[in-house]
């Protein structure tokens, strides 16, 4: 689809057989582009007490790793030896690393301060005018009730923005230095999602490029990738991939894929099982693996993925 | 159309849930999460404090974030297939927006309460495994020596080694597991450092002027120049190993690891030292002998006719007898000392699970609530009977009985003491990600004798109708009904 735009290719961190993929612009690339989503693996650091929302990196099966190399918009890095080499030799990349986090952490306190301001600015209003109406009220002596309980709401709602208004601590400090001393003290710490320009090899190195295995199922994974699918591992449904018409994001899936080989026996009973599985939550079971005839190994490069795929519907008992 | 009742088949892992609050609250919540692994982002950045997105000022206070309970990230209707509407198209680019937004997060504290880790992969490398302590478990794979402990993690994380002597340098710190250690980093509490310099230059050894030489080492940079912060994908490519790496975890361990971690689960790793000991054998040698002799009365009868009926003809005044007779196929029968070999391979229990509790102390471990194996999904098949004997037989003895929540004796708490077997251990398969637990039990039937209670004499009153309408009571127990689905 987009494979011939000139965005560089996905780098995908290979880890003890393991894919993984940590820019989330790539991620969300691929979900566009190539109908790939994935499964997040990773904790989030914004809600890290429940499962339900997992956040990056994402870890791709072997078949898609796989289908995106053969599609050249990804390679794949042998991560377990690359990166730490990487990372033990100091160089040039290092600086330029090092700058990366120093404007993430600069343009979050920078924003930090400015919102902490801001809200000074606006407690300092709330509190004169708050000020104001008191005197105005103590002017008097004949309060009616209503107004009683007006102030001492507001009062009520003062203290507890105050109480739960952790936020300005440290910033507040640094702004009472002067301009100069402003960000030595203080320097915030941030661990980046990715390695960035840490990972640049340095000049005449190529990052090593690992090979993926493939199970035996990767053809009729290859074959339902290339029709727009989108496939999730399925362990949930007992089956290879877990297939989805669109974005899971938007849609249920509609099938539960089985791959085999052509020629390969099949037990009923696992038809059996596989449609009833299937009917009961409501998706066709499906099988599929590319077709083995003498054609096919005569002409290899045009029936390649020469796939054909069955949905069995679980009739009746 | 409601195509909600789909997922209606994943179960949550019944045997970790079965005693937590929260979980339980959460449940079904979770079986309409369990198939849909991607939810609804957008509720999800709505409830994060400054939208979620990421980088962003009021974000990036961790106190202000409220707790994201499951219900108000519950998910959104889905379509079945495209109907190549805009609405349609438009709602999904919503979702992925905010999807975008809420994973563009970076990790980010003040010194303050950003814990500080730095990574010495070969500091206890040399230490000989043999003489371990349960106090100091695993040093060989304690790759992260911790500046200072904060916070809350840390009461159940890392490990002062002891047993150091005090002029090794990093003696007094937290050293953490790379799960541990990768753990933290995802959670945005610990900043991992790469040192620049040999260890004695982090952490001074005592007898050296305290801060001198770390004073000559930051130059302009700063910290920077003595050791550079790793990102995520670092953290990764350094904690995430094969099976049997020195310093390394393997990715489908971690995942469950953090999973647990995230659900509220106090985990360490496994090691037969902090398993009891096997009861001890309070039998005297008389009392053995005695059995010995009178074993084979109590089972199987010794002797059976090559012809003939089963069942010697007589007079018989109790069926016990009978049933004696008729017992042909010997039954496994537990044992507190079983002769299994040592778990090998990934049938061997990684993890000790624990609930959380008040006191609950990193040093002095209690005794786990579940054992827990990994296995890959992809790379493992079903365990055959050796191994899943090894398995078994590497948990400690579990009888059931009244102190181990399996009720007491007598028949009515039959199938609890069935369920809940003579030894447990929970499997966690890993497909790429996605976590299923199975709990399997060394069960015996042949310790439930039914035929006894037979014998027993008819009690006035109407007692055998109670003991049938106790039984009928029961009726949604997981009872030999059960097979009939």
Redo the contacts between chains.
């Keep these: 689809m987009t494979s011939s735009s000139p965005r560089p290719h996905v780098r995908i961190?290979k880890?003890?057989?393991?894919y993984?993929v940590?820019d989330?612009d790539d991620?969300?690339y691929l979900?566009?582009n190539h109908n790939i989503?994935?499964?997040?693996?990773?904790?989030?650091?914004?809600?890290?007490?429940?499962?339900?929302?997992?956040?990056?990196?994402i870890?791709l099966?072997a078949e898609e790793a796989q289908v995106l190399v053969e599609k050249n918009v990804a390679f794949v890095v042998d991560?377990?030896n690359?990166?730490?080499a990487r990372?033990?030799a100091?160089g040039p990349q290092?600086k330029q690393?090092?700058d990366a986090?120093k404007t993430?952490?600069g343009?979050?306190q920078r924003?930090?301060?400015?919102?902490?301001e801001a809200r000074k600015a606006m407690f300092a209003y709330k509190g004169a005018s708050k000020k104001k109406e008191k005197k105005n009220k103590k002017a008097p002596d004949t309060q009616s009730s209503e107004d009683v309980t007006v102030a001492s709401s507001a009062d009520a709602e003062a203290a507890a923005t105050s109480l739960?208004d952790?936020?300005p601590e440290?910033a507040a400090a640094t702004t009472k230095n002067s301009p100069v001393t402003r960000e030595a003290p203080?320097?915030?710490?941030?661990?980046?999602?990715?390695?960035?320009a840490?990972l640049t090899p340095s000049p005449g190195q190529e990052e090593p490029i690992a090979s993926v295995d493939v199970?035996a199922s990767y053809p009729l994974y290859a074959h339902l990738q290339d029709k727009g699918y989108f496939m999730?591992?399925?362990?949930?449904?007992g089956c290879d991939y877990?297939v989805y018409?669109?974005?899971?994001?938007?849609?249920?899936?509609?099938f539960q894929a089985t791959g085999f080989e052509w020629n390969e026996d099949i037990n009923l009973l696992d038809l059996v099982t596989g449609g009833r599985?299937g009917t009961?939550?409501?998706?066709s079971f499906l099988i599929g693996g590319r077709v083995e005839s003498e054609e096919r190994q005569k002409d290899e490069a045009e029936t390649a993925l020469d796939v054909r795929a069955f949905s069995i519907e679980w009739a009746a008992m | 159309m409601a195509?909600d009742?789909?997922?209606?088949?994943?179960a949550p892992p019944a045997a970790i849930a079965r005693d937590d609050p929260s979980k339980v609250e959460n449940e079904d919540?979770?079986d309409a999460?369990?198939?849909?692994?991607?939810?609804?982002?957008r509720k999800?950045a709505s409830s994060?404090p400054g939208g979620?997105s990421g980088?962003?000022?009021?974000?990036?206070?961790k106190?202000?974030?409220p707790?994201?309970?499951?219900k108000t990230?519950r998910r959104g209707e889905?379509?079945?297939?495209?109907h190549g509407t805009r609405l349609?198209e438009n709602?999904?680019e919503v979702?992925?927006t905010a999807?975008?937004d809420?994973?563009?997060?970076?990790?980010?504290?003040?010194?303050?309460n950003?814990m500080?880790g730095w990574y010495f992969p070969g500091h206890w490398a040399q230490e000989p495994r043999e003489d371990e302590k349960p106090e100091e478990l695993w040093r060989r794979d304690r790759v992260v020596a911790l500046e200072a402990e904060k916070g809350q993690m840390t009461k159940s994380m890392g490990r002062v080694l002891r047993g150091a002597p005090k002029n090794v340098p990093g003696w007094d710190k937290a050293w953490l597991l790379p799960e541990e250690a990768l753990?933290l980093?995802?959670?945005?509490d610990?900043?991992?450092r790469?040192p620049?310099g040999s260890i004695e230059g982090i952490f001074p050894p005592p007898v050296e002027v305290d801060g001198l030489k770390r004073e000559v080492a930051r130059g302009e940079?700063?910290?920077?120049e003595l050791g550079?912060?790793?990102?995520?994908?670092?953290?990764?490519?350094?904690f995430?190993?094969?099976e049997g790496?020195r310093g390394?975890i393997?990715?489908e361990k971690f995942?469950v690891y953090?999973?647990l971690r995230?659900?509220?689960y106090l985990v360490s790793r496994a090691s037969p030292l902090l398993d009891p000991p096997p009861p001890s054998d309070t039998q005297t040698l008389w009392q053995r002998l005695f059995s010995l002799i009178s074993s084979p009365k109590s089972d199987t009868p010794k002797f059976h006719p090559a012809m003939g009926p089963l069942v010697r003809p007589g007079l018989y005044r109790s069926y016990e007898s009978v049933y004696h007779q008729l017992s042909l196929i010997p039954r496994h029968k537990p044992t507190p000392r079983p002769n299994t070999p040592a778990p090998e391979g990934p049938f061997t229990v990684a993890y000790h699970v624990f609930k959380s509790r008040p006191g609950f102390t990193k040093t002095n471990l209690p005794l786990p609530d579940f054992r827990i194996a990994v296995v890959n999904?992809?790379t493992t098949d079903v365990p055959d009977l050796a191994e899943m004997e090894a398995l078994l037989g590497s948990t400690p003895w579990d009888p059931p009985n009244a102190r181990s929540g399996a009720g007491g004796p007598g028949i009515g708490h039959m199938y609890q003491r069935l369920k809940h077997g003579w030894r447990n251990v929970i499997v966690a398969?890993n497909?790429?990600?996605?976590?299923?637990y199975l709990e399997f039990m060394e069960s015996a039937f042949g310790e439930e004798r039914l035929f006894e209670r037979f014998d027993a004499k008819p009690k006035p009153g109407g007692k055998k109708f109670s003991g049938r309408n106790q039984k009928g009571g029961r009726g949604g127990g997981r009872g030999g009904r059960g097979g009939r689905r």
């Excluded at chain 1, 880890?15 to 393991?18: F, G």
């Excluded at chain 2, 980088?55 to 206070?61: F, K, P, T």
């Design positions: 961190s880890a003890a057989n393991r993984l940590f989330i991620v969300m979900r566009r989503c994935s499964v997040f693996v990773g904790t989030m650091p914004q809600a890290p007490q429940q499962s339900a929302f997992m956040g990056l990196p870890e099966m991560d377990s690359y990166h730490p990372i033990a100091a290092d690393y090092i986090i993430v952490t343009d979050a924003s930090m301060r400015e919102s902490t739960f952790t936020t440290p203080e320097a915030w710490l941030a661990t980046l999602t990715t390695s960035g840490l199970p999730m591992p399925g362990l949930r449904f877990n018409p669109g974005d899971p994001l938007r849609f249920h899936s509609h599985l009961n939550v409501k998706k | 195509y009742d789909e997922d209606s088949t994943a919540v979770e999460e369990a198939d849909e692994a991607i939810s609804d982002f999800f994060l979620g980088g962003g000022g009021a974000a990036l206070n106190k202000a974030a707790h994201v309970s499951g990230v889905k379509d079945f297939e495209s349609q709602t999904l979702s992925r999807m975008h809420v994973l563009s997060y970076t990790r980010m504290r003040t010194p303050d950003y500080t753990y980093v995802e959670r945005g610990l900043l991992l790469w620049r940079d700063g910290d920077y550079l912060p790793l990102s995520l994908q670092a953290a990764y490519s350094l995430i190993g094969n790496d390394k393997t990715l995942q953090s999973q995230r659900a509220g999904a992809r398969v497909d790429n990600g996605m976590v299923s």
